[in-house]
């Protein structure tokens, strides 16, 4: 007998259907019709159904959180592997770009190899990678039940929450290289523009690097580039910094072309936090619990608050029991979602009304 290695895929086998959609089965099964099929206060608005028919009649999002499709079979409707996964969030990338602003925060929950699979898809999209955030449930997540023989692997214990925005673009050129191109326009030397700044080389350095060294002007010195470039740049090019040929960008516009963040001090990529348990897992009368994937609050609200402001709006295209969405609602922000199993949808609900009666009685 000889061993050889794995014949090389040609193209037509390299395409192969995952083996099934169909879900590993739910803990609940209330099989009855909900007479409702959306929830809605003042911030937060949840539907029964699929997201792709929602997304035209909700306001533009700041933040979005992607928690869906894993490749694991985690829900009905979850593919069995990976290699779906492309197909399966591309409409929804699609839709998600095209109501996308500038400032537009994408994060994207996934398993190492989903979110590796599906990553040039957002790409293709208009969607660009910052970070990779890991979350390690730790070692009590196995809880010493896996045999490491069997699965000839280290066991997994983490998923990773991506983090993407938008490839900003003016007349198809990045932001880095469309400042550059507009101060050389002007005609002015590049070291003019530490003039411009005030600063001793940092605007050479840093504004008009065109390698990962960029940095984004903060308004105040992307006016001063523009008045410079404007009082000082050949006249008969100006106005230099405009969008439309007319008018520069003022500060506050500039601004806006780029996501919101801050970090919450001593934050790291890598968020050892235990699975979740205890009384913040949403359970039926029995004490199952309801859905396999919710995730922490306290991850979705880490996130949600690093990406945008009060009243902001948040989408939750994949609902489960409404996370992000009540994260967000608890930070002020505004949230749309779709959860489309009815019975998840149900279980999601009744943590709102549950939240609003709580909030009545204090
Ligand atoms: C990974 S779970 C989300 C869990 C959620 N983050 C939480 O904390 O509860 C994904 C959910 O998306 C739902 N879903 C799948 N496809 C959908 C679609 N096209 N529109 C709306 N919901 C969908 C599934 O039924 C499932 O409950």
């Avoid at 699929?50 to 979005?64: A, F, G, K, R």
């Avoid at 396999?292 to 609200?301: A, G, I, Y």
Wanted: glycine share 6%.
């Amino acid at each position: 007998m000889s061993l050889s290695n794995p014949e090389p895929s040609s193209p037509k086998t390299l395409k192969h259907k995952a083996t099934s959609t169909v879900g590993r089965g739910k803990v609940v099964n209330l099989n009855t019709n909900l007479n409702f099929s959306a929830w809605n206060d003042e911030s937060v608005a949840l539907y029964l159904g699929n997201s792709l028919d929602h997304y035209n009649n909700w306001e533009q999002p700041t933040v979005i959180v992607s928690d869906g499709a894993y490749g694991v079979l985690g829900f009905e409707g979850d593919t069995s592997d990976h290699i779906d996964l492309p197909n399966w969030y591309e409409p929804h990338i699609e839709a998600w770009s095209k109501a996308a602003i500038p400032c537009t925060t994408l994060w994207f929950w996934n398993s190492e190899i989903g979110w590796a699979v599906v990553h040039p898809v957002l790409e293709k999209h208009g969607w660009r990678y910052v970070n990779c955030n890991i979350w390690n449930k730790g070692k009590g997540h196995i809880a010493g039940n896996i045999n490491t023989e069997k699965i000839r692997r280290f066991p997994v214990v983490t998923e990773v929450c991506v983090q993407y925005v938008r490839e900003v673009k003016v007349n198809k050129l990045t932001l880095k290289v469309w400042l550059l191109k507009e101060w050389k326009r002007s005609g002015l030397p590049l070291q003019r523009a530490n003039d411009a700044c005030g600063v001793a080389n940092a605007a050479t350095r840093k504004y008009f690097d065109q390698g990962h060294l960029w940095y984004f002007p903060p308004p105040e010195m992307f006016e001063r580039l523009v008045n410079y470039a404007n009082k000082h740049g050949n006249p008969e090019e100006r106005p230099y910094f405009s969008l439309d040929g007319n008018q520069s960008l003022t500060g506050q516009e500039w601004s806006k072309m780029r996501s919101k963040f801050r970090c919450p001090h001593g934050f790291t990529n890598v968020w050892d936090r235990q699975a979740l348990r205890g009384d913040e897992r949403i359970k039926t009368l029995s004490g199952k619990a309801v859905h396999f994937n919710q995730k922490p609050l306290d991850l979705m609200s880490i996130i949600v608050e690093a990406s945008s402001d009060k009243n902001d709006v948040i989408w939750e295209p994949f609902g489960g029991l409404f996370s992000a969405s009540l994260a967000a609602r608890n930070l002020r922000r505004k949230a749309y979602s779709c959860e489309i199993d009815p019975d998840y949808f149900y279980y999601g609900v009744q943590r709102f009304n549950q939240e609003v009666h709580q909030c009545s009685l204090l």
